[in-house]
Structures are given as structure tokens and as C-alpha cells.
């Protein structure tokens, strides 16, 4: 099949499975399997796929039908213009945490000092600040030694010197008395029971990434009272969590004793991102 047909046929199936973007589906997978931008396939619409090209096109697709991520599929997914290396070990970074890095950068501004993110999964956070803040250094912990690695696999990758990459729980791995100017955060914040954790890519997800005990704050309320001992005098703590969890976290920092406390938007207009200053 030609590349237009192909593309054609691909988005009628992906549209017929559920698919919310069977254009973009399509279209990446096909790029991946072409090794070409999206400007190609608009360029050679008539390009024939060779049997092989083909055979791993309904491979991926496949795979897509069933509901697989395209960012595990393909193995990589874009955020804040870094191209980050994917894998089902790791939550796949999303747009609306680019909010907590604008977020992030801004209160940069205000003191100087070390940057800690925890739960770093592909070190999608931590790179994009260490991309934006090169004379800064930026850490980032994540429980599972698979996404360590990622991490470090994709900070290599990116040429980003300024990160250094831990395995542990939360806080543990950090050396005594360091203390740093930010602390950011996109821990685990769905509940158990929440319904969302068996539709579209979520059912692919490490769960050990989404779920929090306590109403999923159980993870925040232990961030927020541990970060005490490592956040510099009026250093920032920013979470994001669930658009229904504002109030929550509010409560929580206001009775660690937290001042400046406030809630910030994502793009969709959902409450995502709370943030305090110590």
C-alpha cells in the first residue's frame, strides 16, 4: 500500500478501537517505522512500503489496537522539546506537566541554589529544568533502578551534565545536611478505587507511579513533612496532583507551615500544580 491509503485505512481502525488521536497515531507510527518526519508523508503520498516496512507497520498498529501506548510502542515521547527515551517502567511524560516546570523556573528566579525532583521517572522534569538552568545542578530520585537508568540513559543522550540521577525512596538517597532552593514533585495521586486507572494508556502505567494511599496523598503529606529538613529558608516545594486534590494539599503545606501557598492551572484550565514557600 501507498503511504496516503496506508494512513487512510490505519485511522479508520484506530477511530473503530477508541482511539481520542487516530490521525497522530497513525501518522507516528508510520514515521517511526519510515525513519522520516510527518512533512514526508505529506510530501510522498504515493511512496510504496516495502513488504518489511509494511509487515512492522501492522506490528506497531497491532499493538496500538489493543490499546499500547505510542510512546512505549515507538519508545520515545517529547517533552518540553527534549525528545525522552520511554519504557513501561516509567510513567510517559505528559503536557501538562510542563506547567510544573514554568512554575519551577519562575521560582528559580527568586532563589539560588540546588533543584530536587522526586518521583524523576524518565527524568523528564529534572532535564527540562537542567536544560533551562545550566549553571544550576538538579537531582533527581526515583525509587526503581530501571528508571534511574532511563534517566541517566537520557541525560547522556541529551548531552544535560548538570543532573545527577539517584535510586531510593523519596529522600533516602540524598547525602545529610544537603539542602536545595526547589523541590518538585509528581508523585503517585490516584486512588486505588479510581476508575480512570483501567482506561486508555493509564492501563499500560507502572501503578506503583499513580496509586497513593490515604485518598492518594499519602505520598505528598510524606514529601511535604520530610522536605522541611532539606528545602533552604524561603525555598519553594511544587506538587502536582489530581485537579480534584487542590483544597487537600492546600490544607496539608498550610498545616506543615508553609506560607504563599497557592494553586496553579494546567492548560486544560484543571487545578495541577500547588505550590508553597517554606
Known amino acids: ?43 510522498w503520498p504515493e511512496k510504496v512500503l516495502t513488504s518489511e516496512q509494511q509487515t512492522e507497520f501492522d506490528a506497531l498498529l497491532t499493538r496500538r489496537l489493543s490499546g499500547e501506548p505510542v510512546a512505549y510502542i515507538i ?22 506537566t510542563e506547567r510544573l ?6 521560582k528559580a528566579e527568586q532563589i539560588p541554589g540546588d533543584i530536587l525532583d522526586l518521583g524523576t521517572g524518565t527524568g523528564a522534569i529534572a532535564l527540562a529544568l537542567a536544560s533551562e538552568l545550566p549553571a544550576r545542578h538538579v537531582f533527581g530520585v526515583d525509587l526503581r533502578h530501571e528508571a534511574q537508568q532511563l534517566a541517566i540513559e537520557n541525560s547522556q543522550r541529551l548531552q544535560i ?10 529522600f533516602t538517597p540524598l547525602v545529610e545536611g544537603i539542602k536545595f532552593a526547589l523541590i518538585v514533585s509528581n508523585p503517585p495521586y490516584i486512588e486505588e478505587s479510581d476508575p480512570h486507572l483501567e482506561q486508555g494508556d493509564v492501563r499500560f502505567e507502572p501503578k506503583s507511579a499513580l496509586v497513593a494511599e490515604d485518598n492518594g496523598l499519602a505520598d505528598i503529606k510524606y514529601i511535604a513533612q520530610t522536605a522541611r529538613e532539606y528545602l533552604l529558608a524561603e525555598g519553594w516545594l511544587l506538587f ?14 498550610k498545616e506543615l507551615g508553609y506560607q504563599a501557598i497557592t494553586t496553579e492551572q494546567d492548560y486544560a484550565g484543571n487545578d ?7
Open 240 to 253: 502536582e496532583h489530581g485537579y480534584e486534590q487542590a483544597t487537600a494539599v492546600q490544607t496539608i503545606l
Open 272 to 278: 495541577r500544580v500547588t505550590l508553597a514557600r517554606l
Open 75 to 96: 519508545g520515545e515521547r517529547e517533552f518540553w522539546s527534549l525528545p525522552l527515551k520511554v519504557s513501561p517502567s516509567t510513567l510517559i511524560p505528559r503536557p501538562d
Open 161 to 170: 551534565t548538570n543532573v545527577t540521577f539517584l535510586q531510593g525512596s523519596w
Open 1 to 43: 500500500m501507498n503511504i496516503e491509503a496506508l494512513v487512510a485505512l490505519a485511522k479508520t481502525r484506530l477511530a473503530e478501537s477508541g482511539s481520542d488521536s487516530p490521525s497522530l497515531d497513525a501518522a507516528v507510527l508510520l514515521c517511526h517505522v519510515l525513519q522520516k518526519p510527518r512533512s514526508y508523508l505529506l510530501t
Open 101 to 106: 516546570v514554568e512554575l519551577a523556573l519562575e
